[in-house]
């Protein structure tokens, strides 16, 4: 079992930056790849980043490279997503998710519970 907590969530002007954090509970962390999923208001939960168990491999929508910044810690079984320059767009609830394999990130054997971002213009 894997118990999934995000943090790190909150209130920002446009043009600012926040980082979210998702601490991970069990010893499968470190062979599972691990990823974030938004979710705005009115709209389907999409794909934001993934990174592979060694962190080694990052994987990103198109339309955020270069914004956010998706890293690990094994050794304190964190993931981090460094969000920059954010924009209204980007206001949703940011999901934490542990996947077998990156082709399996999409359908992951578990979830956060969520934590909100709000950005203000």
């Known amino acids: 079992q894997v118990q999934l907590i995000e943090s790190g969530g909150g209130l920002v002007q446009a043009g600012g930056s926040l980082r979210l954090s998702c601490a991970a509970s069990g010893d499968i962390f470190r062979t599972r790849h691990m990823g974030w999923f938004r979710q705005a208001p009115g709209k389907e939960r999409a794909f934001v980043a993934a990174v592979s168990p060694s962190g080694g491999d990052t994987y990103y929508a198109d339309s955020l490279k270069g914004r956010f910044t998706m890293s690990r810690d094994n050794t304190n079984n964190t993931v981090y997503l460094q969000m920059n320059s954010l924009n209204p767009d980007d206001t949703a609830i940011y999901y934490c998710?542990?996947?077998?394999?990156?082709?399996?990130?999409?359908?992951?054997?578990?979830w956060g519970q969520g934590t909100q971002v709000t950005v203000s213009s």
């Open positions: 998710v542990a996947a077998g394999t990156i082709a399996t990130i999409g359908a992951p054997d578990y």
